[in-house]
C-alpha cells in the first residue's frame, strides 16, 4: 500500500538521552548536588519558539494605532493557555524566560506607538508607576507568576491488581485485640496473660446486675 514508518514516531532511545512528546521533553539527568537520578518533563526548544512566535506575531498584527488594552486581550489568553499545558513540569525557568521575551515585545510595541518619548514617561503611562505593562482594565499576563505543579511519584501507594490497598493493611483496634486474643499474648481482653485478684492487690470485678 506504500505506507512507510515515520522514524521520528517509530525511534527508540534511551531515557537518558530523552525524548520529544506532544512538546514535552522526557529526560533523566542527575539531581544538582546529589548522586541521585531522576526522570523529568519539561517544555521543549521547539514548543517555546513556537510560543514566542505567537508574541512577535500578535504584536505585529495589532497596529500601533490600537490602545494597550486591543494588544492585551490577544496576548493574554495564548500565554496563560500555553502556560496552562505546561504547568505540570519542570516549567518554571521556562515561563520566566517567556515572562521576559513578553515584557521586551510589548515594550517595543509601545515604543513604536510613542516613539517621541522616554522610558520613564512610557513607564508612567502604561506601567502604573511599575515595570509590567498594564492598561486601566487589565494586565499583561506574567507567566513567571505560574506555579507548577510536579507529578509526585507514588511507588507503592499505587496498588497492584489482586492484591489489597495499603491501607487496608493497617489493623484496627478490633482486628489487634483479635490477634492478642488468638495467640494469648499478655494485655490481650481476657487472655491467659492477664492476672486478676489477690495476686495483683486487686479484686475481680463483680458484675453489677439489677433484677426486673
Known amino acids: ?36 537520578r531522576y526522570v523529568y518533563t519539561y517544555p521543549t526548544k521547539k514548543a ?9 506575531t500578535l504584536c505585529r498584527q495589532v497596529g500601533t494605532n490600537n490602545p494597550l488594552d486591543a494588544l492585551l486581550l490577544r496576548l493574554n489568553p495564548a500565554l496563560r493557555g500555553w502556560c496552562a499545558y505546561f504547568r505540570p513540569g519542570v516549567s518554571a525557568a521556562t515561563f520566566g524566560y517567556l515572562g521576559h ?9 509601545l515604543r513604536r506607538k510613542h516613539a517621541r518619548i522616554t522610558w520613564k514617561e512610557l513607564r508612567r503611562r502604561h506601567c502604573g508607576s511599575g515595570w509590567w505593562p498594564a492598561s486601566p482594565e487589565r494586565q499583561l499576563f506574567n507567566p513567571a507568576t505560574v506555579h507548577t505543579t510536579r507529578y509526585q511519584y507514588r511507588g507503592a501507594v499505587i496498588p497492584s491488581p489482586g492484591r489489597p490497598r495499603p491501607k487496608d493493611l493497617t ?9 492478642c486474643t488468638e495467640t494469648c499474648t499478655p494485655g490481650s481482653g481476657g487472655g491467659p496473660g492477664k492476672r486478676t485478684g489477690r495476686k495483683t492487690g486487686t479484686a475481680p470485678r463483680a458484675d453489677l446486675t439489677i433484677d426486673p
Open 101 to 109: 521575551y513578553a515584557w521586551w515585545q510589548v515594550g517595543r510595541w
Open 48 to 56: 517555546l519558539r513556537a510560543a514566542m512566535a505567537t508574541v512577535q
Open 171 to 179: 489493623p484496627t483496634r478490633d482486628v489487634w485485640r483479635a490477634r
Open 1 to 36: 500500500m506504500g505506507l512507510r514508518l515515520s522514524p521520528d514516531k517509530t525511534l527508540i532511545t534511551h531515557v537518558d538521552e530523552g525524548l520529544d512528546f506532544l512538546g514535552w521533553r522526557i529526560q533523566r539527568h542527575r539531581t544538582r548536588g546529589t548522586n541521585r
